[in-house]
């Protein structure tokens, strides 16, 4: 695991802290992209972004809940700062907080510089190395969660008893609902219905009767499918029409 955020960046998209693709005149994050004004030669200025998928809220719940597990991330977290291996947790999750390659960057520029990456996008990326290693949580922010949100939710997994081992814990020993240990389902308005036992909910429902065949099904089945499975259909009759059986 590298030592720096700035060399995980650098390691993913091939940008160096020290790189000078171009000058950024202005830069910017914001949930799922990275926007850089950057000056070029002959004085030309380009707009460069580099476009990120933000995690999911349960993904993010993940995260926190594990670096909330783990001692020295937990401390780190709470006293503002987020250590280079916080990676490595994203990272055992199936997470990527930083992405993994350009493969899974929508990269755009509006120079004409079509044939792969031009240096205004490697300026862009080099401008994002350099300030992870100032405040890391450039990173969290472009992946999708604000500093307070992720201190502050690492802080409540960190209270006892709460976490999502404690909540599966509390859903299985919670009491049964009233009613002498029955629970009682909720009609469609919310208000209570029949009370009904753990026996009556999991039992199978009585099947239904046998239809009633009109008349030489197996006839006009045949007829319609001639020569097909049809043709080992019975002549299907009504029961009281069958005949009798002989003993």
Do not use: Y
């Not at 199978?204 to 006009?220: I, K, S, Y």
């Amino acid at each position: 695991m590298s030592g720096t955020w700035s060399a995980l960046v650098g390691a993913a998209l091939g940008a160096s802290a020290d790189a000078s693709g171009g000058t950024v005149e202005r830069w910017s994050v914001r949930p799922g992209e990275v926007l850089a004004r950057v000056g070029g030669a002959g004085g030309a200025v380009h707009e460069a972004s580099l476009i990120r998928p933000v995690l999911a809220d349960g993904d993010w719940e993940r995260a926190c809940a594990a670096l909330a597990s783990q001692p020295v991330f937990r401390a780190r977290l709470l006293a503002g700062e987020l250590p280079p291996a916080a990676a490595r947790v994203f990272g055992l999750l199936g997470l990527a907080l930083v992405p993994r390659g350009w493969a899974d960057v929508v990269a755009t520029c509006s120079c004409d510089h079509w044939e792969g990456r031009c240096s205004h996008l490697s300026a862009a990326a080099a401008a994002l190395a350099r300030e992870a290693d100032r405040d890391p949580f450039t990173l969290t922010r472009w992946a999708g969660r604000e500093r307070r949100a992720l201190v502050d939710r690492v802080a409540a997994f960190s209270l006892p008893g709460n976490g999502p081992a404690q909540d599966r814990e509390a859903e299985e020993n919670a009491p049964a609902g009233a009613n002498g240990g029955e629970w009682i389902p909720l009609s469609e308005n919310g208000r209570e219905a029949a009370d009904v036992s753990a026996a009556v909910f999991w039992s199978a429902p009585e099947p239904p009767a046998a239809p009633r065949l009109p008349g030489n099904a197996g006839a006009r089945v045949r007829a319609a499918a001639p020569g097909a499975i049809a043709d080992e259909l019975p002549l299907f009759t009504h029961a009281e029409d069958a005949p009798a059986k002989v003993e």
